[in-house]
């Protein structure tokens, strides 16, 4: 009987909970976002009177970016040991490098701006923050993340590890991850919601393939180590 490895079932456990995260976005924290023209003070007052869900919606969302970080180490592991030495590794550090400033904003966001509308001179340091948290996570931060995501991406296809449908099926989700931040820097918050709906479904839906592929047999993964077969 083949043995399914730890990696198959984490990174279902990563695909699941960026679902989560994403309907969450699009649903409960939806009105918390700077989308539209809603004013700062009409969102934060839905923020706090939605902390559980609002808090619980950021939560899943740093924890999908640290799985996030889990799957490109798994994949660069099997890159390492078939085609590129240590440069798949350079990408999940390139990746690792926005987490530090991805989780600051996104906890500044979760359970500071909240709370900030006690304070007299709430507007102006509210606003300030909202915009240096935005571009953190969603410009710096998601930049990081997707052109690594692009390049381990890449070495795959060139690798020839796997089908090569399955490698070019991974390739739309970084570029709309991409697209993301340059709309962020652009101030279009209306495409910003779009192409991260469509960044995270399909990254989702393409890691869940890639464990299909790579992971799900542990017998497979050591031919592969050994023998190099696809």
């Excluded at 889990?70 to 999940?92: D, I, N, Q």
């Excluded at 001179?121 to 953190?136: D, F, G, H, R």
């Excluded at 918050?189 to 799900?216: G, N, P």
Aim: with cysteine; glycine share 8%; net charge neutral.
């Amino acid at each position: 009987m083949h043995k399914q490895p730890t990696e198959f079932w984490l990174i279902h456990v990563v695909v699941l909970t960026i679902i989560c995260a994403c309907l969450m976005m699009i649903g409960p924290m939806n009105q918390g976002l700077m989308i539209g023209e809603v004013p700062l003070e009409m969102r934060i007052q839905y923020m706090q009177e939605n902390q559980g869900l609002w808090h619980l919606g950021w939560l899943l969302l740093m924890a999908s970016a640290i799985g996030l970080v889990y799957f490109f180490w798994c994949l660069a592991t099997v890159l390492k040991l078939h085609f590129v030495g240590g440069w798949s590794y350079s990408m999940v550090v390139l990746v690792a490098l926005g987490i530090p400033a991805d989780l600051s904003a996104k906890t500044m966001y979760a359970f500071v701006l909240p709370n900030m509308v006690a304070s007299s001179i709430y507007p102006e340091i509210a606003v300030v923050l909202e915009k240096v948290v935005i571009n953190l996570t969603g410009l710096l931060s998601n930049g990081l993340y997707n052109i690594g995501g692009l390049m381990l991406n890449l070495m795959l296809l060139k690798a020839g590890l796997v089908d090569r449908w399955v490698s070019l099926l991974g390739l739309p989700a970084w570029c709309f991850g991409l697209a993301l931040s340059v709309n962020i820097a652009t101030g279009d918050f209306v495409l910003v919601q779009v192409f991260t709906v469509l960044s995270m479904i399909l990254s989702a839906a393409w890691m869940l393939v890639i464990a299909h592929k790579l992971f799900k047999y542990e017998s497979v993964r050591v031919d592969k180590e050994v023998h190099g077969v696809a």
